[in-house]
Structure formats: C-alpha cells, structure tokens
C-alpha cells in the first residue's frame, strides 16, 4: 500500500513558476513509476510527465514539453514536477500516481494502469 500527498499548488501569473512535489509512504518508493497527470472540470484526466524507477528516463505530453520537469528523489520517497514558463491551460487539478513494476525502464502514460493516486493539488494560471 502507497499513500500519495501532493502539495505546492496555487495561483500563478502566466509566464511563473510552481514546483509541485508528491510525497510517498512506504518502503519500496523505488519499485513505482511516478507519473503527473492533470484534469478539469468536465474533461477526462490527462497525462503530463512520468519518470521511471531509478530516475534517468522520463517522458512529457507534447503540451509541456520544454516547461516541466519531473524528478524524484528515491532517499526522500518524492517525486516532483518543476513549471515554468505557464499558461493559463496549464490550470488544473495536478495528481501524482504510482504504478509498480519490476523493470526499471518503465513509462507507463495510461493513467488505468496505475495502482495508487493522490488527493491532488489545485493549480491555477491566471491571464
């Protein structure tokens, strides 16, 4: 079992910065896919960046790529999103999810196939 907290949001003039960070419980932080996935209202959850088990490889939605930047921190059992450059389509609900995996080059993007998610955390971009 995984506990997800997410925290760091909030409101943001177009062209800021927000770092957003996911903490996890557990022992085995390491064995997860951390993946950042937004939603808002009325619109289906949409992927936006995934970092693999040790941290060297990552993926992005074309929408923010060149912006945002996922990293984790295995000691501290943390993922984080870095965001700069934001727009105002940017605003959403952020979550951090976990999918385990037994291989460490795993990119998962399809959020059915994660297993734990966070209460998520409101991040809004004004104009």
């Known amino acids: 079992q995984v506990q997800l907290v997410e925290s760091g949001g909030g409101l943001v003039q177009a062209g800021g910065s927000l770092r957003l960070t996911c903490a996890a419980s557990?022992?085995?932080?390491?064995?997860?896919?951390m993946g950042w996935f937004r939603q808002t209202p009325g619109k289906e959850r949409e992927f936006v960046a995934v970092?693999?088990?040790?941290?060297?490889?990552?993926r992005y939605a074309d929408s923010v790529k060149g912006r945002f930047t996922i990293s984790r921190d295995n000691a501290k059992n943390t993922v984080y999103l870095q965001m700069n450059s934001l727009k105002p389509e940017d605003t959403a609900v952020y979550y951090c999810?976990?999918?385990?995996?037994?291989?460490?080059?795993?990119?998962?993007?399809?959020?059915?196939?994660?297993?734990?998610w966070g209460q998520g955390t409101q991040v809004t971009v004004s104009s």
């Open positions: 999810a976990a999918r385990k995996v037994y291989t460490i080059v795993v990119l998962t993007t399809d959020d059915d196939m994660y297993d734990y």
């Open positions: 557990g022992r085995t932080f390491s064995t997860y896919t």
């Open positions: 970092v693999n088990r040790s941290g060297d490889r990552t």
